[in-house]
């Protein structure tokens, strides 16, 4: 996630000092990446959906560690008038340990028409956010759960205090378009989900929509019926990392390094200023694949919508139309696009950890910003650290986030810093490597800092475990 424009961007000039220069493709290394783009999730890690669900410590009312979620398939149908979202969620689920119903995040605002397992029609009901279905799975089960349901949507509240905060999920705009985005939990706003970060699963989504609009969805999109659109997620994603707009856009097609298929989605308010600052995303993706790989999934696009902010919805980034301007919009591109590697190829497994996303994606964009004076990466440095003592007092140290405080800015520059330091104890050779194997080999899972540390040991062949520490739980900030 990257704040708006307006807050953080002005905050990181504050702290580095400098003006970012807009992107300029003789800064770009020109070569290409030594590994082809077949190297993805595919060949690593989660390929089925399985995932090892854990409890929140931070959020502990979302999601449900007894299940493990292997395949959502949403089929949806909005209609602006009367403001309606059509729903059939057919999900696969297993029993992680032996359940007396299946309960799975899911907003009151919907009525639901039937419910079924295995094809059977069971009872259920939506209460306190959860939906219960009163039927018992022995451990080890595997069954399908199939839920017909509609309604208006209704976002949740966001626990944060930053700047541009905005309520959590799917949002209906007073056009009766649709958006959403919703770390850490508001995939509940319109599906039933098992809404932590933990347990990753397959998508299959289809959405039917008025004549004349478009729904953009994460994943790799598929062919579209009618006025029906299809998009398949066949590597593994978090709840959070999913996303639905629906309105009139318009669709622009790239192609990036190794024929990436990228796809742009715009609206009639939007300008052609915002449409060119998409168009360099082929440049920031080269620009990455250098560093740390291939991009480790099969396309990748933006969605513009009316957002105060961005986030790293897998394949299909959601971006604030605000922030898709001017020189800081190659600095969020860049952050949201290395998110890809560095939050959703490898996640975290609760949001305790949820400084391994944005301190990666963080240094990176600093990384980026400061490329071509090297220089400035030091002053960055240097104005960090007086920020990274102010946080630490005011919203704590990143490996302890609050749960009224999510994604300050205590999470993002605290862990920057930490990877400034790694960065300096291994040199470029050794840093880029350790990013490139931390994103490839551990592609589809969910990680926690003890499996941070014991790879980053045992790739550098050092012992780090002190430094990480003291940068992640330190109340000042270390020497």
Request: proline share 8%.
């Amino acid at each position: 996630m990257r704040r708006a424009l307006g807050v953080l961007t002005a905050a990181v000039l504050l702290v580095t000092g400098c003006t970012p220069q807009p992107p300029r493709a003789q800064h770009l290394p020109a070569t290409s990446p030594s590994a082809t783009r077949s190297t993805t999730v595919e060949e690593h890690g989660n390929r089925d959906g399985t995932s090892s669900p854990v409890a929140d410590p931070i959020y502990p009312a979302y999601g449900n560690p007894a299940l493990d979620v292997l395949h959502y398939d949403l089929a949806l149908a909005w209609a602006p008038e009367p403001r309606t979202l059509t729903g059939t969620a057919t999900i696969r689920v297993r029993a992680v340990h032996a359940v007396d119903a299946v309960r799975l995040d899911f907003s009151s605002a919907y009525t639901l028409s039937s419910i079924s397992i295995d094809g059977a029609t069971v009872p259920g009901r939506v209460a306190d956010g959860d939906l219960v279905v009163d039927k018992a799975l022995p451990a080890g089960a595997v069954a399908t759960l199939a839920v017909r349901y509609s309604g208006t949507p209704t976002t949740v509240a966001m626990p944060s205090h930053r700047g541009d905060v905005e309520p959590l999920g799917l949002t209906v705009t007073p056009g009766g378009e649709l958006w959403t985005m919703q770390e850490p939990y508001g995939a509940s706003t319109w599906y039933p989900a098992n809404d932590q970060p933990s347990d990753k699963a397959l998508y299959d989504i289809s959405v039917t929509v008025p004549q004349g609009w478009s729904a953009v969805a994460s994943g790799t999109p598929g062919p579209v019926s009618g006025t029906t659109f299809r998009y398949t997620s066949a590597t593994p994603v978090a709840s959070y990392l999913t996303t639905l707009a629906v309105g009139q856009y318009t669709k622009t097609e790239l192609r990036g390094p190794n024929d990436l298929p990228i796809t742009l989605w715009t609206r009639p308010s939007d300008n052609a200023g915002q449409l060119e600052a998409l168009r360099q995303l082929p440049a920031y993706v080269q620009w990455l694949e250098t560093r740390f790989g291939p991009y480790p999934f099969p396309s990748t696009g933006v969605v513009l919508v009316p957002s105060q902010s961005a986030m790293e919805t897998q394949q299909m980034m959601t971006v604030g139309a605000d922030v898709a301007h001017g020189t800081g919009a190659a600095d969020v591109l860049v952050h949201e696009l290395a998110h890809q590697w560095f939050g959703d190829a490898v996640g975290p497994a609760t949001w305790q950890d949820v400084w391994l996303n944005e301190g990666w994606a963080s240094y990176v964009e600093q990384l980026y910003r400061t490329r071509s004076d090297p220089a400035a990466m030091a002053r960055w440095e240097r104005s960090a650290r007086s920020a990274d003592a102010d946080l630490r007092g005011r919203v704590g140290p990143p490996g302890h986030p609050r749960a009224d405080s999510f994604a300050e800015n205590n999470v993002y520059v605290c862990p920057a810093l930490m990877l400034r330091q790694l960065h300096k104890a291994l040199g470029d050779e050794r840093f880029f490597a350790l990013g490139r194997a931390w994103a490839a080999s551990n592609a589809g899972t969910a990680k926690t800092r003890a499996d941070f540390i014991a790879f980053v040991n045992r790739q550098t062949g050092r012992d780090f475990t002190s430094l990480i520490n003291a940068w992640l739980d330190s109340p000042t900030t270390p020497s």
